[in-house]
């Protein structure tokens, strides 16, 4: 008899939500990540809880998204509970400025495409949007505020989630690369029974959440339901004596997320999307790109420190949909790629992973997001 019921491969927001939310349920998960501990894109993010999407293709994640944002809140404070840690959660909306000489035209597709789909936005004069943000460069055309967005301190959650997991009694172990998933049987139906790690040790299981982000799809039994690919992200973290910023400040060109209100405040600027492959680095021209970005939203950068500088490896998939259920393999369920929204996920995805992991039925519709739908496409090398 296992003394773990279920594995969660990957131990960043995702498999650890998860992990937390099956051991609040009474299994015992064990996590296995291949880092020490959360070393991937959960620590890389911005911690933005944006629920607009930023392309036509991701349009059927809203549902998704504001639903998840929904259960924010008491996600977090369950988290602080169980954790004893305290997150930032800042619940301040977002503002969106334009710069370009169409930008009136720009805002007004904004605002139609967020309450097309029933997301909130107010466009804003820009005299108001000073008095909301007096750090914004008076230079914007036009404006917009997206009241229902949020923020948080996603290093701060992702410690706090995995230490909540364990203190309901969820197993982790840093370190533990995932080489293979077990996997017996023959045409009357596969079953998993587990899983090896680098180091050649046998986990036995009857569940495996596989939950590994872009390395998902290294993992040969999986890739043809997890095809996962990583796109770079560069981000500089800058401490600022401007005018304190309130909420999360962004443009067509990027991003700046507040992490406190002291001053001077530690900012968050992000971010490119690089096909990079699985190069970790930061570069002179990525880190421009950042910079310029934020100098445009807020002038004032021009003189604040730049006290960190890093990248992340989202998680993308081919249609840059997360993937998320269960496969043709009995035991075998799937909850990775995310993308650029994993952060915003997490509470959603635990609650159906787990709630299929316990009763095959799930409280959401995520067919859309199934696994089945890359099983039988043909793969990439």
């Known amino acids: 008899m296992p003394?773990?019921?279920?594995?969660?491969?990957?131990?960043?927001?995702?498999?650890?939500?998860?992990?937390?939310?099956l051991a609040r349920r009474g299994a015992s998960p064990l996590l296995l990540d291949r880092e020490a501990r959360s070393q991937e894109s959960s620590w890389a993010a911005a911690g933005m809880l944006q629920t607009a999407p930023d392309s036509a293709e991701v349009i059927p994640l809203v549902p998704l998204g504001r639903a998840s944002l929904a259960m924010y809140p008491q996600f977090v404070a369950d988290i602080e509970k169980d954790s004893g840690r305290k997150v930032s959660f800042r619940r301040h909306g977002a503002m969106e400025a334009l710069f370009s000489a169409d930008a009136e035209r720009e805002l007004s597709t904004l605002v139609a495409l967020h309450h097309g789909i029933g997301l909130s936005a107010e466009p804003l004069p820009v005299e108001e949007a000073l008095a909301l943000e007096p750090a914004l460069n008076s230079g914007?055309?036009?404006?917009?505020?997206?009241?229902?967005?949020?923020?948080?301190?996603?290093r701060a959650l992702t410690e706090a989630v995995l230490e909540a997991a364990q203190e309901r009694g969820a197993g982790f172990r840093g370190g533990a690369e995932v080489t293979a998933i077990e996997i017996r049987g023959g045409s009357a139906g596969k079953r998993v029974e587990g899983v090896v790690t680098r180091d050649g040790k046998r986990h036995a299981a009857k569940q495996v959440v596989l939950a590994a982000g872009c390395y998902s799809s290294r993992l040969e039994e999986a890739r043809r339901f997890a095809p996962t690919r990583p796109v770079r992200g560069q981000m500089v973290g800058l401490r600022s004596s401007a005018p304190r910023l309130t909420r999360v400040?962004?443009?067509?060109?990027?991003?700046?997320?507040?992490?406190?209100?002291?001053?001077?405040q530690w900012l968050i600027a992000g971010s490119t999307l690089e096909h990079a492959g699985y190069e970790k680095r930061v570069t002179p021209d990525g880190l421009s790109r950042v910079l310029d970005a934020a100098q445009e939203l807020i002038p004032g950068l021009r003189d604040a420190e730049i006290i960190e500088t890093w990248c992340g490896l989202r998680p993308d998939t081919p249609d840059h949909l997360p993937i998320l259920g269960p496969t043709d393999v009995e035991g075998l369920v799937i909850a990775t790629g995310h993308y650029r929204s994993g952060i915003l996920l997490a509470p959603i995805t635990a609650?159906?992973?787990?709630?299929?992991?316990?009763e095959r039925r799930v409280s959401f519709d995520w067919e859309i997001f199934s696994p089945l739908r890359f099983a039988d496409a043909p793969q990439s090398a």
């Open 3 to 21: 003394a773990h019921d279920v594995i969660v491969i990957g131990g960043g927001i995702i498999g650890g939500s998860i992990a937390w939310e």
């Open 140 to 154: 914007a055309r036009a404006a917009a505020l997206m009241p229902d967005e949020a923020a948080v301190d996603n």
């Open 249 to 264: 400040l962004r443009s067509t060109r990027g991003y700046i997320s507040p992490r406190n209100d002291e001053n001077p």
């Open 351 to 358: 609650k159906l992973i787990s709630e299929w992991i316990a």
